[in-house]
Nanobody, 128 residues
Framework: QVHLVESGGGAVQSGGSLRLSCTAS????????LAWFRQSPGKEREQVAN?????????YSLLSVKDRFTASQDNAGSPLYLEMNNLKPEDSGTYYC????????????????????WGQGTQVTVSS
């Protein structure tokens, strides 16, 4: 059984940085896509970035985070990170790590429904 645990959230001021970590256990079989999603109160869960471990391919689904956020993983099986710099109040929300997404036609799935395993989330609060 796959189990994901996020950590690294917290409260920072605008312009600050945080590094989220997602530790996975029980991942077996063919590689699947990993992803970071976030959700704010009253809003739908949205994908922030996805990552395909075999080729260390990262894709940023939100234009607003490009050049500020970096998804990475040192080696297969090691934690998935989300380095977040120059944080803005609109980045606030609960950040979730997800696994089990499909890799198809050179891209990871974007929709939350295509991911089979989720962490419990870690809260990020950015104050102005």
């Amino acid at each position: 059984q796959v189990h994901l645990v996020e950590s690294g959230g917290g409260a920072v001021q605008s312009g600050g940085s945080l590094r989220l970590s997602c530790t996975a256990s029980g991942l077996t079989g063919s590689p699947t896509c990993l992803a970071w999603f976030r959700q704010s109160p009253g809003k739908e869960r949205e994908q922030v970035a996805n990552f395909y471990p075999p080729i260390k391919f990262a894709y940023y689904s939100l234009l607003s985070v490009k050049d500020r956020f970096t998804a990475s993983q040192d080696n297969a099986g090691s934690p998935l990170y989300l380095e977040m710099n120059n944080l803005k109040p609109e980045d606030s929300g609960t950040y979730y790590c997800a696994a089990g997404g499909r890799w198809f036609n050179g891209a990871c799935a974007r929709r939350a429904s295509y991911y089979t395993t989720w962490g419990q989330g870690t809260q990020v609060t950015v104050s102005s």
